[in-house]
C-alpha cells in the first residue's frame, strides 16, 4: 500500500519579501546579512549546509558539512583530505553548497569551483579546535570501511598517549577548503508557493542580478 502523507505537508510562507532593492549588490555581503540575522534567531547550528560533489564518474553526492568561515571572495569548511568529498574535489574541483533556515524561510544556494587553503590557514584554525577535535581527526580514516566501533576506541587511546601533555599537530591530511563562488542565489519564501528567488551571477568581473520564477 502506498503511504501519501509525505505529499499532504504544507508550509505556507509569506512573512519577508526579497527584491532587488532591498539586497545588497554583493552576494557575500548579502549572504553575511543574512547569516547574521540567523544567528541573531538562534537557529540550530545556523552554518549547517548541504555540499554537492561529483566524482570522476559524474556520480553526484551530497552530505552536511559546517561553514567555518565567510570572506569577501568565498566560503570555507573543513575535512579529512582523504575523504569522498575531498577524492570529489581533487577529481572536479567545483561543487554547490545550500543553507536552509526554514523559520527565516529562506534558502541560499552557491555553485563554483574549490580550491584548498594553504597549509598556515589551515593549522591556523586546527589550533583554535577543541583538543577532542583535534584528536578526533587523527583517529577516524574518513570514508573507509572499519569493523566496528572498537577500532576508533583503540585509535583514540593510542593517540591520547601520543600527544599527551603536548600540542597536537595538524595531520597532513586534514585541511580547509574555499569555494569561489559564480553563481549565488537567495530565496525567500512567498505566499501561495510564489517564492522570491535572485540569482546573481559573476560574469566579466562584476554580479549580475536576475528575478527568476519560483
Known amino acids: 500500500m502506498a ?102 524561510e529562506r534558502q541560499v544556494r552557491f555553485e563554483g569551483k574549490v580550491e584548498k587553503l594553504s597549509a598556515d590557514a589551515s593549522s591556523q584554525y586546527f589550533q583554535s579546535r577543541p583538543r577532542g577535535s583535534q584528536i578526533g581527526a587523527w583517529v577516524s580514516p574518513q570514508s573507509e570501511p572499519i569493523g566496528n566501533r572498537e577500532f576508533l576506541k583503540a585509535k583514540l587511546a593510542q593517540y591520547e598517549t601520543q600527544f599527551e601533555d603536548q600540542e597536537i599537530p595538524r595531520p597532513e591530511h586534514w585541511g580547509g577548503y574555499l569555494l569561489v563562488p559564480q553563481v549565488v542565489e537567495f530565496w525567500q519564501g512567498g505566499a501561495h508557493r510564489l517564492h522570491d528567488r535572485l540569482q546573481y551571477q559573476y560574469q566579466e568581473g562584476r554580479w549580475l542580478i536576475t528575478r527568476l520564477a519560483p
Open 3 to 104: 503511504i501519501d502523507y509525505i505529499s499532504k505537508f504544507r508550509e505556507e510562507y509569506g512573512i519577508k519579501s526579497l527584491t532587488k532593492a532591498n539586497v545588497d549588490p554583493n552576494p557575500m555581503a548579502q549572504f553575511q546579512q543574512w547569516f547574521d540575522q540567523a544567528l541573531s534567531a538562534q537557529l540550530p547550528e545556523p552554518n549547517a549546509m548541504t555540499l554537492a560533489t561529483v566524482d570522476q564518474n559524474n556520480q553526484p553526492s551530497i552530505r552536511v558539512v559546517l561553514l567555518k568561515g565567510i570572506q569577501p571572495h568565498g566560503l570555507i569548511f573543513y575535512t579529512n583530505y582523504q575523504s569522498r568529498k575531498a577524492r570529489d574535489l581533487k577529481a572536479q574541483p567545483q561543487a554547490a553548497l545550500n543553507f536552509f533556515w526554514q523559520p527565516l
